[in-house]
């Protein structure tokens, strides 16, 4: 059983920052890559930043030079650095694990940006 604990969400101003966590744990192979995705109501769920087993790097055209996704391989573990947030960014955020075999998804943490 693999589980996905995200970490970090909360209410910040605009221009602030936030850092999300998200952990995996369990029987966990062959991963193929980690990100986070978002939906905010009404909308459907996007893409916001992936990082696959090479290390390659994805990002949303509207988060590229303000948010940073990085890794640590040894626990398993996704980070997204938020800077610069606006009030746009504010959505429920979601951590993905993709592997050969499956995809898991978080429980979703809440990003709420105020003016």
């Known amino acids: 059983q693999v589980q996905l604990v995200e970490s970090g969400g909360g209410l910040v101003q605009a221009w602030g920052s936030l850092r999300l966590s998200c952990a995996a744990s369990?029987?966990?192979?062959?991963?193929?890559?980690m990100g986070w995705y978002r939906q905010a109501p009404g909308k459907q769920r996007e893409l916001v930043a992936a990082i696959t087993s090479d290390g390659v790097r994805n990002y949303a055209d509207s988060v590229k030079g303000r948010f940073t996704i990085s890794r640590d391989i040894a626990k398993n573990t996704v980070y997204l650095q938020m800077n610069s947030l606006r009030i746009e960014d504010t959505a429920v955020h979601y951590c993905?694990?993709?592997?050969?075999?499956?995809?898991?998804w978080g429980q979703g943490t809440q990003v709420t940006v105020s003016s």
């Open positions: 369990g029987s966990i192979s062959s991963i193929k890559a």
């Open positions: 993905k694990l993709a592997t050969t075999y499956r995809i898991y």
